[in-house]
């Protein structure tokens, strides 16, 4: 049955979900305001005034459609839990099915299907509307449904195979269903990290090998010069989607791959990509992506330990607006994963420092292996110029929200 009246830990949950709305409100704020401080003058040559304003535009645009979307989302999650609508959905799924992982497969399903409904006009609108405006969409109507359906059969089976294990753990071993729990996420993050490029990319993307010709002896050569067994150059075919430009490494052991955007090939010349290339590469040879992957791990094993710990306390449950002795599996973790959010948003801030210092030493190690800096200073600036990026982003939206450094920071870095 329902509870009567609101929980102190609701009006917790409640007060999480108000302090983060507040502080993203905040940050916003401070980065909006960083759009009118001058440009330093070590990035005179990135924008000229006509492709400043368009930038601070684009900027403006994005942020507005953020804040529609933060305030809406925001009022409904707590409207929500306000009228109980969690515990009214577990009423529904269990008038269906007494079976825990059927249950919890059912109430995460309706709950996502009703999310995504929400969420789509504000997802085509910043695609069809915002992104096209400022001449960055690509994607057409075909692509982007062909996308979403694609994503939905991926996200049902990859997800619902998770899931279902995770809960079958819980039911058969107890207290210690998070060590099974973290053996599985574990081997998923292992084999995420060494097949997404060779299984999942294929499935919305093109790839090809990086064809022969002068950019790919460059690239060889410098990877001879290093000692790096390279075998995979691929050109994914990004243009299709956006004429954003990108480059990643994926891959371990025997797996290790490059990506480059086709757009990036036409836009940078062929010393700034191998300038590119060789950042990525660092990443590698200075097991930024091994640790990580490790520091990852051992996360995910803390929060599922101190799930164990909560996750059958009913008041976890109650919280939600059931009143029960026996603790409810898919309302706990619910619950639980409210109050996490402090230490989410901690350890967030700690990945994100972390980032920005791999990022650092990545463009160090292509100095160093280069011989040069220059290349990949205007590689730089030209992604940023392309991009409309923040020349002067705030120091503590940096803080809070930034992977990369600031381009300032990349360029003081490499020119020391």
């Not at 509870?3 to 609701?10: D, K, N, P, V």
């Not at 930038?55 to 994005?62: E, G, L, M, P, T």
């Not at 993307?205 to 067994?229: C, D, M, Q, V, W």
Request: charged share 15%; glycine share 6%; proline share 3%.
């Amino acid at each position: 049955m329902l509870t009567q009246g609101i929980s102190i830990l609701t009006l917790f949950i409640i007060g999480f979900i108000v302090f983060d709305f507040i502080l993203e409100f905040i940050l916003d704020r401070l980065n909006d305001k960083s759009w009118e401080l001058p440009i330093p003058k070590e990035l005179n040559d990135i924008y000229d005034d006509k492709k400043y304003l368009q930038a601070r535009n684009y900027h403006k645009a994005k942020q507005q459609l953020q804040i529609i979307t933060k305030i809406i989302s925001t009022i409904l999650i707590i409207a929500f839990i306000w009228i109980k609508g969690f515990a009214q959905l577990h009423q529904f799924v269990a008038n269906i099915s007494t079976a825990p992982i059927l249950q919890t497969l059912l109430f995460f399903g309706i709950f996502g299907i009703a999310s995504e409904i929400i969420g789509l006009p504000f997802e085509i609108y910043g695609i069809f509307i915002t992104e096209e405006q400022f001449g960055f969409n690509k994607m057409t109507w075909k692509t982007y449904l062909s996308d979403k359906v694609k994503g939905y059969i991926l996200g049902i089976l990859v997800g619902g195979l998770l899931l279902s294990l995770f809960v079958w753990f819980y039911t058969i071993a107890g207290a210690y269903f998070w060590i099974y729990a973290w053996i599985l996420f574990t081997c998923f993050i292992l084999f995420f990290a060494m097949f997404y490029t060779s299984l999942i990319v294929p499935l919305f993307n093109k790839l090809k090998p990086l064809e022969e010709g002068s950019l790919r002896t460059k690239i060889e050569s410098y990877a001879k010069a290093i000692e790096f067994p390279l075998d995979n150059i691929y050109v994914i075919d990004g243009s299709k989607r956006s004429t954003k430009a990108n480059a990643y490494f994926s891959g371990l052991g025997s797996k290790k791959t490059i990506v480059l955007y086709d757009t990036l090939i036409k836009e940078q010349s062929e010393e700034e990509l191998v300038s590119i290339l060789a950042h990525e590469v660092g990443h590698y040879k200075l097991k930024h992506i091994q640790k990580s992957i490790a520091i990852s791990t051992l996360q995910m094993g803390l929060l599922l330990f101190i799930l164990s710990i909560f996750i059958n306390q009913p008041v976890l449950s109650e919280a939600l607006g059931i009143q029960t002795k026996t603790p409810i599996f898919h309302l706990g973790l619910i619950t639980f994963s409210l109050l996490y959010t402090p230490i989410s948003m901690l350890t967030g801030i700690f990945m994100n420092i972390l980032s920005r210092k791999n990022e650092f030493e990545a463009d160090s190690f292509a100095k160093k292996t280069i011989g040069t800096e220059v290349h990949l200073i205007s590689a730089l600036k030209k992604l940023s110029a392309n991009n409309l990026s923040n020349l002067n982003p705030d120091k503590w939206y940096v803080f809070f929200h930034y992977s990369h450094p600031p381009l300032l920071a990349r360029i003081k870095n490499l020119s020391i």
